[in-house]
């Protein structure tokens, strides 16, 4: 892979999050939508246990096998760079992982700077609050997720908290084991 000429910032905003969850990040121009989703999935604190995709320009990108029937005509995101769709700062596209608790992000190239000799990239320079956990019903439900743990009254308190690992706090934010886990793409979750 040529050496990137410029790097993207992008700021990636879970959709309907509230307070919002957000990361900023720096990426290569030339990564593939493949990789992207890699990294989105490690700088949010996904477990990449679902499908997903890219919806650029109306179009949708992601892997061959994630539209096994052809109804969304989805193309390869292995065969697509990011440069070849941004071509200005304030550049817009969505990504949606988990077709069934639908998290929708929200991606906008803040800003496109020459890439730094020797300089690492992706690497996390910002961000707030944890990522929800895996299969928790989408925004809705995390917002339920939150009041049950928040109470220790509820009747479900302690059997959630067992389901989660016995505690979250969600204005949980580690920018060092997201950008651990982007340097090591095989570490487990980043938010714990």
Known sequence: ???????????????????????RFLVNEN???????????????????????FIINGEFYSEPFDDDFGMMETKDGSRFKLNQFVNREGFKFRYEYDFGD????????EKILPAEKGARYPVCVAGKRACPPEDVGG?????DFLKTISDPNHLEHEETLRWVGGDF????????????GLQNPRRARINE
């Open 31 to 53: 990564v593939t939508l493949s990789k992207l989703h890699d990294i989105l999935q490690t700088v949010m604190g996904w477990t990449n246990s679902h499908l997903h995709h």
């Open 1 to 23: 892979m040529p050496a990137p000429k410029s790097i993207y910032q992008i700021k990636v905003t879970l959709n309907d999050s509230k307070p919002p969850i957000w990361r």
């Open 169 to 180: 706090d969600p204005e949980r934010f580690n920018i060092s084991a997201i950008n651990a």
């Open 139 to 143: 925004v809705w439900g995390y917002e």
């Open 102 to 109: 639908s998290w929708l992000h929200d991606l906008v190239v």
